[in-house]
């Protein structure tokens, strides 16, 4: 069994940063392939940003095109730690952040594919 406990969401001002981290126990850290996704008020969960496990996909980045340039996403194997640096803040990356966990390969968008979620962390935007 994986737990994920995700820290460093708060209120920032538009083009602000934030540093998200998401620590993980209880498996081989490793070996997963890890995933950031967000949640809006009255949306779906949509995928944010990924990196595929070394041994599957050379630990391979993923992001959303809405993200891209302005996220980076890292992975931490000595820390079992994946953190998610958050950039050029929006008002509508308003959303409470979850990470995810899997083991073995395949594309870290895919959402179904995920057995293990943290609790999430909020972050809010302001204009």
């Known amino acids: 069994q994986v737990q994920l406990v995700e820290s460093g969401g708060g209120l920032v001002q538009a083009g602000?940063?934030?540093?998200?981290?998401?620590?993980?126990?209880?498996?081989?850290?490793?070996?997963y392939t890890m995933g950031w996704f967000r949640q809006a008020p009255g949306t779906e969960r949509e995928f944010v940003a990924g990196v595929a496990s070394i041994a599957y996909d050379g630990g391979r980045t993923y992001y959303a095109d809405s993200v891209k340039a302005r996220f980076t996403i890292s992975k931490d194997n000595a820390k079992n730690t994946v953190y998610l640096q958050v950039n050029s803040l929006k008002p509508k990356d308003t959303a409470v952040y979850y990470c995810a966990a899997r083991a073995g390969g395949g594309t870290p968008r895919n959402m179904d594919a995920y057995n293990y979620w943290g609790q999430g962390t909020q972050v809010t935007v302001s204009s």
């Open 16 to 31: 602000g940063s934030l540093r998200l981290s998401c620590a993980a126990s209880g498996g081989t850290f490793s070996r």
